[in-house]
């Protein structure tokens, strides 16, 4: 009988009955032994028969209680790692653990993102133990100049100048041996095969030992990567090279051609590559450095009246700090007093300062140009912007791209295939082309092993995403994804919510107009008193209009009406302010007015009707300006090829205006919050690949469903929470650079997979040939490694 013990966490429950029924639902299965719930730390564990109860009926069993068994999210710093085929060999590994709903390794990064609904961080570190590499939880935002990869790249640095030290009396005896340059002295005791054996023996089994030991780990999980390849090719060399001496010391031999070169030179040059190939990568993440290095070290604290200088990880939410012109503002928060310019060009992108005043709100790491501010801490530590952005961007190069599945799926075989072509290889060459050639005939084995490793495919994709995504951070652009980053390309129709998004999403008043059987001054206190309740744009800026002029009580009931207006009962009388359809629900005429509201509408104004006890008494109209980014940015979508929709609550005639004045290809109006998302599955109807923008909470269903959404940086959480992209620095021209940024990167990304692709295609058939020795099979093998990170690492260099 199979035992199996697991522990977990429960979501749901709410007191001592809940603990007890889901011990009792548990213990009722058949096939479970022991079941204990703690309600204290909403843990449980069971041991169970796995071969009559699995995993998955336990989770199901919790659900149908009516509690849940939280999914567990683990970011891993993967150890170990050499080709694409150790990647794919520990997300299977992981994906068939028990408890693990996905998996997803990134050999560019060395991380490894796991889902988890019930296998634990220590399962899940056993595992990866178990195929032979090593992990451990990932610090988020750690150190990026001691990262794993850095630390990698120094070990590497030292390996191969003890290699090379060791490798170049070979290489020069070697190069002797061509008549071209026989001319080089060489002196004689390198000839001897006994030295040279030494010499190679400790390149070979020492400083080659990682390669074995990578072997091995991999032969043992029914696997093969490229340590497989070098192990077989250079021990090939190796042990042949030693039975020549050996026949040589007998005198079988007269003259030996030894490979001990070839061993040796071959783990010289892969070293060589790998060292490149980590620094490359290394530079690769300096989006990530750069931005934690934007980071305040110290914050100016007033506590009990006196400046105090503090490091900022002592400051706490709700703080006052001075910010003194020239400082780094230190955390997220408020300004309390004083008036300055901000560069939050950081944040956004944009090098033009933001003017700040009280009651706005300042960015930790921003830079204060000019005036001293007194701050009130809002966000610190983690909370801040810049922390997001970093976890963000982290996420986004820790991520796969869907195209990476070729190379993924290419990987996973192409061992065993290369090991297959080399016995072949040998075998031709020995019993067909040149008949007893041993030597002739294990060069061109060895010459296919090596040259076929699969570094380059498998750092083709996850290089350009890291590249990609951190460039794009520096404009204002943060991907939360490598799909987001392949998806955004093929947008083909944009659909733009108006207010916030295209407009300023601050309106202003324009017009107050009352018919003459009311008085001005009471329709005016109503419609104040009855829009200080309302959360619109709009009415906020109605109340700014109104409040200096006009006094107003509380109303006694207030109800917004989505898409038609609010209704509110105030000292007595009804009141209603808002749309065509929300008086002519109540039965209400309008019609004596409609020219003028006409007139305001055409004029790009958003117009409302008034009308108090069931009486039409007049209408208040505001304008929201369009953003002076709008028209431009949108020219910029027209010429990447988009059809660009827009979304609004308008009435028709104030949509058109604004439409016009931008240039959309196609307007909506008066949409309610709930159809945007609606639309947005029309289009995709259709056969559109939709992107969708906007800043509210109400635009997230949209956002959610949307094949890409795009969210404006200044809106809300919520609503950057549910896109795929954050457009941080609040205008539409963003858009145009997401797209441009995302092609960018596909084209790199299919650059790199194609030539790792033609390189293996080309130099195994010249290796088989014999038309390439070895050591250069080896060099080259290295450097196509390093040229696929070089090439993505040329996106670090784009300018919008």
């Known amino acids: 009988m199979n035992q199996e013990e697991r522990t977990f966490q429960i979501e749901g429950m709410t007191c001592a009955a809940c603990s007890t029924r889901i011990e009792k639902g548990l213990k009722r299965m058949n096939g479970m032994e022991h079941a204990s719930v703690n309600l204290a730390i909403e843990q449980a564990t069971v041991k169970f028969n796995s071969d009559t109860i699995k995993w998955e009926d336990v989770v199901h069993k919790v659900e149908q209680l009516g509690y849940q068994i939280p999914k567990m999210t683990y970011e891993l710093q993967i150890e170990g790692m050499t080709c694409a085929a150790c990647a794919t060999r520990i997300e299977k590994g992981l994906t068939r653990l028990k408890g693990v709903e996905h998996a997803s390794v990134n050999l560019a990064t060395e991380t490894a993102h796991i889902e988890s609904s019930g296998a634990s961080l220590d399962d899940i570190v056993g595992k990866v133990d178990s195929l032979g590499y090593k992990a451990y939880k990932k610090q988020a935002g750690s150190d990026q100049e001691q990262s794993p990869i850095n630390r990698s790249a120094q070990q590497l640095k030292t390996t191969f100048i003890i290699s090379a030290v060791l490798s170049f009396p070979l290489l020069w005896a070697m190069v002797s041996h061509f008549s071209f340059t026989s001319w080089i002295w060489l002196p004689e005791f390198l000839m001897n095969p006994w030295v040279q054996m030494v010499l190679a023996a400790p390149v070979q089994f020492i400083i080659g030992w990682r390669f074995y030991r990578g072997a091995w780990k991999a032969l043992r999980n029914n696997s093969a990567n490229m340590d497989v390849l070098v192990s077989l090719g250079t021990t090939s060399a190796y042990v042949y090279s030693v039975y020549l001496a050996w026949q040589w010391q007998t005198g079988v031999l007269h003259h030996a051609e030894m490979y001990f070169e070839t061993s040796a030179v071959l783990i010289t040059l892969i070293l060589l590559g790998k060292w490149f190939e980590a620094s490359a990568k290394g530079r690769s993440s300096q989006a990530i450095r750069a931005l934690m290095g934007l980071r305040a070290k110290t914050a100016t604290v007033i506590r009990d009246g006196v400046d105090l200088e503090v490091p900022v990880e002592q400051v706490k939410v709700g703080e006052l700090l001075r910010v003194r012109p020239g400082d780094k503002v230190p955390v997220d928060g408020e300004v309390v007093t004083g008036t300055s310019t901000i560069d939050e060009s950081m944040l956004t992108g944009e090098s033009i300062p933001v003017d700040k005043q009280q009651g706005d ?3 930790g790491a921003t830079i204060n140009a000019h005036g001293a501010l007194v701050i009130r801490a809002t966000q610190v530590g983690s909370g801040t912007a810049l922390a997001q952005i970093v976890r963000i961007v982290e996420e986004a190069q820790g991520s796969k791209a869907p195209i990476q599945r070729v190379a993924d799926r290419i990987s996973a075989i192409f061992v065993p295939i290369v090991v297959g072509l080399a016995v072949l290889t040998f075998v031709i ?7 007893e050639q041993f030597g002739t005939a294990l060069e061109r084995m060895i010459a296919v092993l090596v040259i076929a490793c699969p570094c380059a495919l498998g750092l083709a994709t996850p290089t350009s995403i890291m590249a990609g995504t951190g460039r794009s951070a520096e404009f ?8 987001h980053l392949e998806t955004a390309y093929r947008v083909n129709t944009i659909v733009l919510d108006k207010t916030g998004t295209v407009t300023e999403g601050q309106p202003a008043l324009t017009d107050f107009v009352t018919v003459e ?25 109605i109340v700014e209009g109104l409040q200096p002029h006009v006094e107003a009580e509380e109303p006694e009931r207030f109800q917004a009406i989505p898409g038609h207006g609010i209704e509110a009962f105030i000292e007595g009388h009804e009141v209603l302010i808002g749309t065509r359809r929300l008086l002519a629900k109540h039965n209400i005429d309008y019609r004596s007015v ?4 006409q007139k305001m509408e055409q004029q790009g104004k958003s117009a409302m009707l008034i009308a108090v006890d069931g009486q039409f008494a007049g209408i208040v109209a505001a304008a929201d300006r369009v953003k002076p980014t709008s028209k431009a940015a949108i020219a910029r979508l027209h010429a990447q090829g988009l059809q660009v929709v827009m979304l609004t609550g308008d009435n028709e005639r104030t949509a058109a205006a604004i439409a016009k004045e931008i240039g959309v290809d196609q307007v909506f109006a008066e949409v309610l919050p709930e159809q945007k998302a609606q639309h947005v599955r029309q289009f995709q109807q259709e056969g559109r690949i939709v992107g969708m923008v906007g800043d509210g909470i109400n635009d997230a269903p949209a956002l959610a469903l949307a ?19 954050t457009l941080m620095r609040g205008d539409l021209h963003g858009i145009a650079d997401a797209m441009d940024m995302s092609r960018r990167t596909m084209r790199n990304i299919k650059q790199n997979l194609f030539w790792a692709l033609f390189y293996n295609s080309v130099g195994i058939p010249v290796a088989a040939l014999g038309l390439l020795a070895p050591w250069l099979a080896g060099a080259a093998m290295a450097f196509s490694s390093v040229s696929v990170v070089l090439n993505a690492l040329r996106l670090q260099r784009v300018k919008l």
């Open 429 to 435: 060459s020995y019993f067909m082309l040149e008949p």
């Open 517 to 541: 059987s009311f008085d001005e001054m009471f329709v005016k206190r109503m419609v104040l008193a009855a829009e200080r309740r309302s959360e619109h744009p709009l009415a906020k800026a």
């Open 476 to 483: 204002g652009i943060l991907f939360r994804g490598g799909e």
């Open 594 to 597: 409609e020219t003028d509201m």
């Open 707 to 725: 094949d890409i959404g795009f969210a404006i940086g200044t809106g809300t959480d919520v609503a950057m929470e549910t896109a795929g992209v």
């Open 361 to 363: 709100q300042v960015y």
